[in-house]
C-alpha cells in the first residue's frame, strides 16, 4: 500500500426507525460526500480499495464519493461500525499488501483515534496534531502516505469545509 485515506462518514440524520445503524445521510451529508469524492478524485487520490463499515451512513457516504473514483474493490464490513482504532488499523493492516490505495470509510471516535495514533507514530509536526486535536469532523479526510515498511506517515487533511472556501 502506498496510500491511506480514513474518512468520516458524511453528516447522517439523529435519528432512524431500525437505531443508530440505520441512520441515513441527511441532504447535507449527502451533497458534502460526492463533493469530497470529487476533491479526492482531483488531487489522484482514487483508491482501489475501500473498506467500508456496514453502517447505512456510512454504505451511502461510499455511494456518494465512489461516483468520482471509478473501479473500486468494495468490501463492506459490519466490524467497523463503531470500531475502535484497532479493529480499524486491523483492518487497514489485512488490506495493505492488496491495495495501492486504500479508503477507510468509518465512524468515530476510532477514525479520529486511529489518524491521531498514526500522526503521532510518524512524528508529525505540533501544528499537524493541533490541526488534528480539534476533533475529525464528518465528511472529513486524513490523508497518508505510506513508506515500504507500512508505515503511514501525514500527507494531508480535508474537510466538507475546507472545499467550500
Not at 61 to 76: K, N, R
Not at 83 to 112: I, K, M, Q, W, Y
Not at 150 to 160: A, N, V
Request: hydrophobic share 40%.
Amino acid at each position: 500500500m502506498q496510500r491511506l485515506i480514513i474518512m468520516r462518514h458524511a453528516q447522517a440524520e439523529k435519528s432512524a426507525p431500525g437505531g443508530d445503524i440505520d441512520r441515513p445521510l441527511s441532504k447535507h451529508g449527502r451533497h458534502d460526500a460526492r463533493a469530497m469524492g470529487r476533491a479526492l478524485a482531483e488531487r489522484g487520490l482514487r483508491p482501489d480499495m475501500a473498506l467500508v463499515s456496514s453502517a447505512r451512513r456510512t454504505h451511502q457516504t461510499w455511494d456518494e464519493v465512489s461516483e468520482a473514483m471509478g473501479d473500486v474493490e468494495v468490501h463492506l464490513s459490519p466490524a467497523l461500525y463503531n470500531a475502535s482504532s484497532d479493529v480499524l488499523r486491523r483492518a487497514v493492516e489485512a488490506a495493505e499488501d492488496t491495495a495501492g490505495c486504500l479508503l477507510l470509510v468509518a465512524h468515530n471516535p476510532g477514525v479520529h483515534q486511529l489518524a491521531v495514533e498514526y500522526l503521532i507514530e510518524s512524528a508529525a509536526s505540533p501544528s499537524v496534531l493541533d490541526k488534528m486535536s480539534g476533533g475529525f469532523p464528518t465528511g472529513a479526510a486524513a490523508v497518508f502516505t505510506v513508506d515500504v515498511a507500512g508505515r503511514p506517515s501525514y500527507e494531508g487533511w480535508l474537510t466538507p469545509n475546507d472545499l467550500e472556501k
